[in-house]
């Protein structure tokens, strides 16, 4: 179970980044996020879950989409000067990160720990009141932070007079 | 819920610029440049309004001793000492850009209101040892900044510096969100007493060596040190020039007093990772001071050599971090606040010069001091005082934390540090050799008696409150840093595990 849902997530994420057309890019995105919904699942936050297919499959991807869309332009262009040497050197740091990483999630004594904990699922009723009781500060921060971001874009685009 | 009158006493800080940044865009509505002026005048109103009450209120938070909660929220004596930082550094700018918009001709409400909310973040950030709350403080302060930083987007090279900001910026915030979420899995905690003692608990583990790392990573892009250093020129080149001052101040400020307050105790001693991150941050500090310097040596244009020159000020305040004693974190706070005045006073010059766009090299300079001799006595004072010269402030505050480093046993990079600061009186004496000893080019005193004369008065009256701030910092050393500096860390560290 837990491979399947780890591969559906990777796959989708590899194609987003292989796809040159930007829609089929945006539907790949879905996939994975399908995929790490399905992982939350396994980890016993079926909340988590819900908000990932909800929230971002949902609602920001199929916004993504319909930008992309009106943008007219569903083709990445190519880049202007062709540098092979970045595109090796990229995948080899990547690689290289990649082993690193899970050499130092196996290596790591913290982790060996946590199989230990015993896991409990997640309820709504936790998340409020985690939300709402725990972290109001945050809540409240990120609210405005969201109007800090429509102001911005307000800014930015606010037609010239 | 209810909110006890303690609780709504730490809020209201944050609350009031909060407040002010969701009122003005209502007076920016209307069509920016044909409102009339009372209209705009409105707006600067709130914006300093809501600053001046945040500022009564922390300042009376300080007199009573006061040290309220809410939350996450830690309205501690640090945090109020940074909240006035904050505070009087936004004043400053929202006077400065007064003049400065206007002389670009391109006022719009929106860029105060972003600017309140980027205070807002900025007091939340200094105010909380919750990693989750230090992130979204993060974020708080930064999005409206990279905003700021475009908002003249009728010339190209706004967008472009904008976007580098914003696109470096937001792999920053990736990387620190990243450490954050690599401490918690090994300590199972945001809060950082807590992730502190678990870690100290915890053998060497990569995975809370990686989480240090990317947490560090995230602070020293806030502070433009090497070698995440690369918007900050272009950055700074895009942005008004308050804005510019503004975002060298209070960010490099806010990011310097958050890791006061995360790094050494709560991450740095006594964990397994220490010497390694003691190590890094030793590199990353010799670094930035030798890059800033020598690159701010050959620069043409007074914005970029201001850019390279706050890249080398933040090598000499991650100096202090390094010693790490309770004097060194008490020059710290002096540090900074001689920077806010010696560095709002420099960017303050070229706006009360009514230099717009990119018109920021040293020729531009030329003879200014004489025409208008208060200013230019004052720029140079703040020029001075970033050279490091005594009796100004910038002197002491290096000297306050060379003075550690060398009794913490750091001979080498205090050496170096001094061998930098005296690499910079070179670029610093450029621009006042520009402004008194150079006779302006002909041409352009041709153009300029052709146009009305520029009047910045709000500007030029910054600039020097600023030079007075410098002096009196330099004269009144010893009284400054024991009522304000030494009070805020020695109580913070108190509370600190």
């Known amino acids: 179970m837990f491979l399947a849902f780890a591969i559906l997530t990777l796959a989708g994420a590899l194609s987003v980044l292989w796809q040159r057309n930007l829609i089929l890019a945006g539907m790949s995105l879905v996939l994975s996020f399908l995929g790490l919904a399905g992982l939350f699942v396994l980890l016993a936050n079926p909340v988590a879950a819900a908000l990932q297919l909800i929230v971002y499959s949902g609602a920001i991807v199929v916004l993504v989409l319909f930008v992309i869309m009106l943008l ?51 309820t709504l009723q936790g998340l409020g009141a985690a939300l709402f009781r725990d972290h ?26 | ?103 670009e001709g391109w006022v719009k409400g929106e860029s105060l209101a ?23 403080g993060l974020e708080l302060l930064s999005i409206p900044l990279y905003a700021l930083t475009a908002q003249v987007r009728l010339r190209a090279s706004a967008l472009e510096g904008g976007l580098k900001y914003f696109l470096t910026g937001a792999v920053a915030s990736a990387c620190f969100l990243m450490g954050v979420v690599l401490l918690y899995t090994v300590t199972g905690s945001f809060e950082l007493p807590r992730v502190a003692s678990a870690l100290r608990g915890l053998g060497p583990d990569p995975l809370a060596l990686a989480g240090m790392a990317l947490v560090l990573l995230g602070f020293l892009f806030k502070v433009s040190a090497v070698p995440f250093h690369q918007w900050t020129p272009d950055a700074y080149e895009a942005a008004p ?13 806010v990011a310097f007093i958050a890791l006061i307050r995360v790094f050494p105790w709560a991450l740095g001693d006594g964990t397994a990772g220490e010497p390694k991150v003691k190590a890094a941050l030793a590199l990353a500090a010799a670094a930035t001071m030798i890059v800033g310097n020598l690159v701010a040596l050959h620069q043409s244009s007074v914005k970029r050599m201001l850019a390279y020159s706050s890249i080398s000020h933040a090598g000499y ?5 390094l010693a790490g004693t309770p004097q060194a ?25 009514g230099l717009v766009g990119d018109q920021t090299g040293f020729d531009r300079l030329r003879g200014q001091g004489w025409k208008r001799p208060g200013l230019g006595i004052a720029a140079a004072i703040c020029f001075l005082s970033l050279a490091g010269i005594p009796p100004t402030a910038g002197f002491y505050g290096k000297y306050f934390i060379f003075k550690e480093l060398i009794l913490t046993g750091h001979v080498g990079l205090a050496v170096l540090g001094v061998l930098a600061s005296l690499v910079s009186v070179g670029y610093y004496l450029r ?11 002909e041409a352009e005193e041709r153009q300029a008696a052709e146009q009305p004369q520029v009047l910045a008065p709000l500007a030029g009256a910054t600039v020097l409150v600023c030079a007075f701030i410098t002096l009196a910092g330099g004269f009144f050393q010893g009284p400054l840093v024991q009522r304000f500096a030494e009070r805020a860390i020695a109580e913070t560290l108190k509370v600190l595990p």
């Open chain 2, 317 to 321: 305040l991650l100096l202090g971090l």
């Open chain 2, 114 to 136: 972003l600017l309140m909310l980027s205070v807002a973040g900025m007091l939340v950030f200094t105010a909380t040892t919750n990693l989750v709350t230090l992130f979204l």
């Open chain 2, 241 to 253: 020039h308050p804005i510019a001052g503004f975002m060298s101040v209070a960010t490099k400020g």
């Open chain 2, 329 to 353: 974190l008490t020059g710290m706070l002096f540090y900074l606040v001689a920077y806010l005045a010696m560095n709002l006073g420099a960017f303050g010059l070229l706006t009360a010069l």
């Open chain 2, 431 to 441: 621009v006042l050799k520009a402004l008194f000893l150079e006779k302006p080019v």
């Open chain 2, 1 to 103: 819920m209810s909110i006890s009158a303690s609780e709504w006493g730490a809020l209201l800080p944050v609350a009031i610029p909060a407040l002010a940044g969701s009122l003005i865009p209502l007076a920016a509505l209307d069509r920016d440049q044909e409102t009339v002026k009372w209209v705009r005048g409105g707006a600067f109103f709130i914006a300093l309004l809501g600053l001046l009450g945040s500022f009564l209120y922390v300042s009376r938070l300080w007199g009573t001793g006061a040290q309220p909660t809410f939350g996450h929220l830690r309205m501690d004596l640090l945090a109020q000492f940074s909240a006035i930082f904050v505070l009087v550094a936004a004043a400053m700018t929202v006077l400065q850009l007064w003049d400065h918009l206007h002389h």
């Open chain 1, 72 to 122: 007219n332009t569903h083709q990445e262009e190519p880049a202007e000067r062709e540098r092979p040497i970045q595109r090796w050197l990229g995948l080899a740091s990547a690689a290289l990160l990649g082993v690193g990483a899970v050499g130092a999630v196996l290596a790591s004594p913290a982790v060996e720990g946590l199989k230990a904990a015993p896991a409990s699922a997640m």
């Open chain 1, 136 to 161: 109001l500060l945050g809540f409240e921060v990120a609210g405005l932070l969201l109007l800090a971001a429509m102001v911005a874009a307000v800014l930015l685009v606010k037609k010239e007079v």
